[in-house]
């Protein structure tokens, strides 16, 4: 299985509501990332986990809550989120932990609309 | 600092001719360089990638790309474009010496538009 899988593959929000991004890997990768991408630009790294621990969060404000509950799943909670936080919510794995030459493997995204 | 250049918003290019995808790169060291490809309304996708060896990397879909390290370049070629290759087009990279700085570095993009 080389995938990534990603849901929901769109969701709409209130701003005062509370979802959660799912994501699944089951090639046994240990560094799994989440990423914010507006439309025709790169990919902003969010947070990563290394070997299910959280080894980089790029300043992301608190509405946004990341959990690795096992080496295959990771979550993104969110709550009280604002209009521009509206995005493409990518997750990615790839095999070791973060550094060297592993490339990544994304997931489909999901479409967030946050109103 | 690292950083990624790509400086080509858009590449237009007719169908079956040969097409080339700028990049250029600055980092301390050695690079590792990454090419990802992004469909309309999907997820990244793995091209290639450099790490160390022959320069002249080949990849997915019969892409390649070849790694200069004068020029500190590394430019994504086909020989001959399909119109289904018209698609986002991402450089990444990442010093080997980077140490705790683990992040890649993305290039801005470049919107490849193959012509029937």
């Known amino acids: 299985d080389t995938e990534v899988t990603q849901t929901p593959k769109h969701l709409v929000m209130g701003m005062t509501n509370k979802k959660s991004l799912k994501c699944e890997q089951h090639m046994g990768h240990r560094a799994m990332y989440w990423y914010k991408q507006k439309a025709k630009k790169p990919p902003e790294l969010m947070f990563v986990y290394s070997y299910e621990k959280l080894s980089i969060n790029e300043s992301v404000p608190s509405r946004f809550s990341p959990e690795c509950p096992n080496s295959s799943l990771l979550n993104l909670h969110l709550h009280a989120l604002q209009p521009e936080d509206s995005a493409l919510y990518l997750c990615a794995s790839s095999r070791g932990g973060t550094g060297r030459g592993n490339e990544q493997f994304f997931g489909p995204g999901t479409r967030l609309t946050v109103l | 600092a690292q950083s990624v250049a790509q400086p080509e918003d858009q590449v237009n290019v007719a169908e079956g001719n040969p097409l080339t995808v700028k990049c250029t790169y600055s980092v301390s060291g050695n690079p590792y360089l990454f090419w990802y490809v992004q469909y309309p309304n999907r997820g990244l996708q793995f091209l290639l990638k450099y790490i160390t060896g022959d320069n002249l990397v080949k990849g997915s879909y019969g892409f390649e790309a070849e790694f200069n390290k004068s020029q500190t370049s590394f430019h994504l070629k086909k020989p001959s474009a399909l119109v289904s290759d018209s698609a986002l087009y991402f450089c990444?990279?990442?010093?080997?010496?980077?140490?705790?700085?683990?992040?890649?570095?993305w290039g801005l993009g470049t919107s490849l538009a193959v012509n029937p």
């Open positions: 990444a990279v990442r010093g080997q010496n980077a140490g705790n700085n683990r992040k890649l570095i």
